[in-house]
């Protein structure tokens, strides 16, 4: 397969082995409620970025599992030897939320790992990811607009084993901060969404995802002010994006460039995964 006949949100890739494992939202999956048979996650494999692999299921709904609707953003990390899938779900009589699962490899099917979300029960969550500090395990995640109106992007400690949140969430910035921000609705509503942290070298950005002028999908930038994730954060007033397309993440290829991968356009069922060459300097 080509890039352009993948059809998926979100996308994100990981580097392993030599091969390039892309995951993502089905885009046909992303808003109504589906069948429970048609809900779950895949992964494409390329060595080259250019030809990849049919997509291969790594995930899907079964009897019990507490998410059965919007099935959303999967992003795999290595830690300890492990594979871990980050994703976010909504279920009945449950808040949106992201949970954590495992695998042995990259590509092989991921089991239940947390005990359902570890985002703040009460709390309408999304988009959560993976960072780490000091050895210190967290996940950044955004506390939805449709519950606080002006969303938010926060951190939260993870336990060692990343089966549970430890402590209390701490809330990074809200999207109302730049002045390029807009109401999508135009009724107060400002959205967060898709954060992503990249260190580079002493520095900590955090790209994200909200909405400009014209309703214009984009992504932006925020930056600690003292290379940790526990500085203050500001939001670069010039955006990494601003063409209709978004919640992106960055990763480094065989080459070692920095590579910006997203989804465009942002309309259901049109969504592909696009990547272009990033240099640090754009960056900082």
Same mark, same amino acid.
């Given at each position: ?14 580097? *392993?082995?030599?091969?390039?494992? +892309?995951?993502?939202?089905? &885009?046909?999956?992303? /808003? #109504? ?11 494409? $494999?390329?060595?080259? +970025? ?11 709904? =079964?009897?019990?599992? /507490?998410?059965?609707?919007?099935? /959303? &953003?999967? #992003? ?9 899938? =980050? ?11 992201? &949970? ?16 359902? &979300? $570890? ?10 990811? =993976?960072?780490? #500090? ?9 506390? @939805? ?14 336990? !060692? ?7 209390? !969430?701490?809330? +990074?910035? *809200? ?8 109401? /999508? ?9 898709? !954060? ?19 309703? @214009? ?68």
């Amino acid at each position: 397969m080509k890039f352009c006949d993948i059809n998926i949100r979100d996308p994100f890739i990981l580097t *392993h082995n030599g091969k390039y494992y +892309m995951y993502g939202t089905r &885009a046909a999956n992303t /808003w #109504e409620r589906k069948p429970l048979n048609t809900l779950g996650f895949d992964v494409y $494999v390329s060595s080259d +970025m250019e030809n990849w692999s049919e997509p291969k299921e790594i995930f899907s709904y =079964f009897p019990g599992f /507490w998410g059965d609707t919007q099935y /959303w &953003a999967p #992003e795999v990390h290595e830690y300890k030897g492990k594979f871990y899938l =980050f994703a976010s779900f909504t279920g009945k009589g449950y808040h949106r939320g992201t &949970a954590i699962f495992v695998s042995d490899t990259p590509d092989g099917r991921f089991k239940e790992h947390s005990d359902k &979300a $570890v985002t703040p029960h009460d709390w309408e969550c999304l988009d959560g990811t =993976f960072y780490v #500090e000091n050895d210190i395990p967290y996940m950044v995640f955004c506390h @939805e607009w449709t519950q606080i109106k002006d969303g938010t992007v926060c951190y939260i400690q993870l336990s !060692p084993d990343l089966k549970k949140a430890v402590g209390e !969430p701490v809330e +990074m910035w *809200h999207a109302s901060t730049p002045s390029w921000v807009h109401s /999508w609705s135009g009724k107060g509503d400002y959205v967060t969404d898709g !954060p992503y942290m990249l260190r580079l070298d002493d520095k900590l950005i955090c790209i994200w995802s909200s909405f400009t002028d014209g309703n @214009e999908y984009c992504e932006a930038i925020s930056r600690s002010d003292n290379g940790s994730i526990h500085g203050k954060w500001s939001v670069d007033e010039k955006l990494l994006f601003s063409r209709d397309g978004g919640h992106g993440m960055i990763f480094k290829d065989y080459n070692g460039e920095l590579n910006f991968v997203y989804h465009s356009p942002n309309s259901t069922p049109n969504e592909r995964p696009c990547v272009k060459k990033i240099t640090k300097e754009q960056l900082l």
